[in-house]
């Protein structure tokens, strides 16, 4: 992150860098001279470093969760959007965007709350249609996520097509970034419900380590299934709705990240858990940061980044496995 706050547009030295931010968190305590100008100053602390922590954040929310899905649903192939977090959220956002409220509530992040209430209401849907007697399937609630997705797809797509002259607004959202939402004050919206999503799944998130011996298995040997599946649902489903609140719809990086750890450590979430958050939020600043200054000035979508790198690596995931199963 360091490193990466340094790129853009205007190109600020390293150890520029490391003065404004040290002036600003320790200066009060033991100062260091000055050797840059304000605009410098304006850049790092104002407009990169906010938003790369940010981009760390969400990469950190999407890993973690997409390792909670993946061990929930016993599938490598899972990722946090399978149970409708990320269509549920775009209905929320695009009818903030739409609707006709307020200008101050826009000020106050009306499109960021609208769509993280998209997606936990989208995903209650899906885990009360998926339980039946009592009992939520893995599978059931997978099929409920991919029926519920497609609605709220088509809901977004209605939208989109009755406001034509919102348009921009609506794809900068849907193409996902950071341009449009990075600022301290969208921090303190977003890091609360992330850091509780976290702190959950390092709670509960060792009992993954039970579940892959099987839902049967892990009765006998004690565990509350139904109860820890809500709690990882509930926590993984956090963790996604707070980073697409604030980023948009960015694919792949609940998918490639926690697979990449799973084949160099294993199926151990002691390891996997801290280990794709961690991952998740250098894959997404090194991202951004590409996005940022691969066509300079002009700024890319950083999904397409994400997409570029883990539609291939999707591909190779289900060719591996299909020789495996042969």
Request: proline fraction near 5%.
């Amino acid at each position: 992150m360091l490193i990466c706050v340094t790129f853009g547009a205007i190109a600020v030295p390293l150890d520029q860098t490391i003065r404004i931010i040290w002036n600003h968190t320790l200066g009060q305590i033991w100062p260091v001279p000055v050797n840059y100008s304000n605009g410098s100053d304006t850049i790092i602390w104002e407009i990169r470093l906010p938003r790369l922590i940010l981009a760390a954040g969400v990469g950190a929310g999407l890993a973690g969760s997409g390792a909670l899905y993946q061990g929930l649903f016993r599938n490598p192939l899972a990722d946090p959007y399978l149970v409708g977090v990320a269509q549920g959220a775009a209905v929320g956002a695009v009818s903030a965007i739409v609707l006709p409220f307020p200008a101050f509530l826009y000020a106050l992040g009306l499109v960021q709350w609208g769509a993280f209430a998209g997606a936990l209401v989208s995903v209650a849907i899906v885990y009360n249609l998926a339980r039946i007697g009592g009992e939520v399937k893995s599978t059931t609630l997978l099929l409920a996520g991919v029926a519920i997705g497609s609605v709220m797809a088509a809901l977004t797509s209605f939208l989109t097509y009755l406001n034509t002259n919102k348009l921009t607004a609506i794809y900068g959202w849907l193409l996902g970034g950071f341009n449009m939402t990075s600022g301290w004050d969208n921090l303190g919206r977003f890091l609360p419900y992330l850091g509780l999503g976290i702190g959950v799944a390092f709670f509960v998130g060792r009992r993954l380590n039970v579940l892959q011996m099987g839902e049967e298995q892990a009765v006998l040997l004690g565990l509350n299934v139904p109860f820890i599946k809500l709690v990882l649902v509930g926590a993984a489903t956090l963790m996604a709705a707070a980073a697409v609140s604030v980023s948009g719809i960015i694919g792949f990086v609940g998918l490639v990240v926690p697979h990449l750890i799973r084949l160099l450590t294993g199926q151990d979430y002691r390891l996997l858990l801290p280990l794709s958050l961690v991952w998740g939020a250098v894959f997404m600043v090194v991202s951004d940061s590409l996005a940022r200054t691969v066509m300079s000035p002009a700024e890319l979508p950083v999904s397409i980044l994400t997409a570029f790198c883990g539609g291939p690596f999707f591909l190779y995931i289900l060719r591996r496995r299909k020789k495996i199963d042969f």
